[in-house]
């Protein structure tokens, strides 16, 4: 089966620790993006990035940090910057290279709670 | 910058037709979408529309685009309760992967 997974389902934090959350697609996708989603609002975008070895910031990349060694993998580490990482964090993936709709297909998210 | 508003709550009896209400502010708008989230789940999509077309028909969901007033409709016909979710209208612009999100519409069913 085709798909995103996304590890853990649900993850906790102690203040001041860094944390990494797992994106893998299987998909052949070149475009891999992260979002959060906090409760009333509609996703934020982090990071994304469109090629192998290549990233852009988003709209609220403070705090966050990703890489993008491999096609299918694109990990994304909530630091102990991020001044309220308490949310929802959602990782999807395009076909890119200019593809018609380019859509993008989500993973089934990672709930990170800050103790 | 690009914005997308929707009313943020919707309900409607099962059986009735549901219509979810988009408007969108950037006029170079190419795609247009539709996802739908289930309760702690990722989002899944449900349909999308180019600019330069005004309505898009699948099996139950109606998609009207009225490009001169930036406004996106879904319609749902004949809801029932599996459709229960949060609903997002998105948008982008042709050769920028970035997609923007609308805060999202959550329609209860009530049987």
């Known amino acids: 089966d085709g798909g995103i997974t996304q590890s853990p389902k649900y993850l906790f934090r102690k203040e001041g620790q860094n944390v990494t959350l797992s994106c893998e697609q299987n998909?052949?996708?070149?475009?891999m993006y992260w979002y959060r989603q906090d409760p009333g609002q509609g996703l934020r975008l982090i990071y994304y990035?469109?090629?192998?070895?290549?990233?852009q910031k988003g709209d609220i990349a403070e705090g966050y940090s990703v890489s993008r060694e491999k096609k299918e993998s694109f990990p994304l580490t909530v630091t102990s910057a991020q001044k309220n990482p308490t949310a929802f964090y959602l990782c999807?993936?395009?076909?890119?290279?200019?593809?018609?709709?380019?859509?993008?297909?989500f993973g089934p998210g990672t709930r990170l709670t800050v103790l | 910058g690009e914005d997308v508003e929707q009313s943020l709550f919707l309900s409607v009896r099962e059986g009735d037709s549901s219509v979810i209400n988009c408007t969108y502010t950037?006029?170079?708008?190419?795609?247009l979408y539709w996802y739908k989230q289930e309760p702690g789940a990722g989002l899944q999509l449900l349909t999308y529309?180019?600019?330069?077309?005004d309505m898009k028909q699948d099996q139950r969901l109606t998609v009207l685009l009225n490009k001169k007033d930036k406004h996106l409709s879904l319609r749902i016909a004949d809801t029932q309760t599996g459709d229960s979710a949060i609903y997002f209208c998105?948008?982008?612009?042709?050769?920028?992967?970035?997609?923007?999100f609308g805060t999202g519409t959550k329609l209860q069913v009530i049987p």
């Open positions: 999807a993936s395009s076909p890119g290279q200019g593809a018609p709709g380019d859509t993008q297909y």
């Open positions: 529309i180019f600019s330069n077309m």
């Open positions: 990035s469109q090629i192998v070895n290549d990233f």
């Open positions: 998909l052949n996708h070149d475009a």
């Open positions: 998105a948008e982008s612009t042709q050769g920028y992967q970035k997609v923007t």
């Open positions: 950037d006029s170079s708008s190419t795609y």
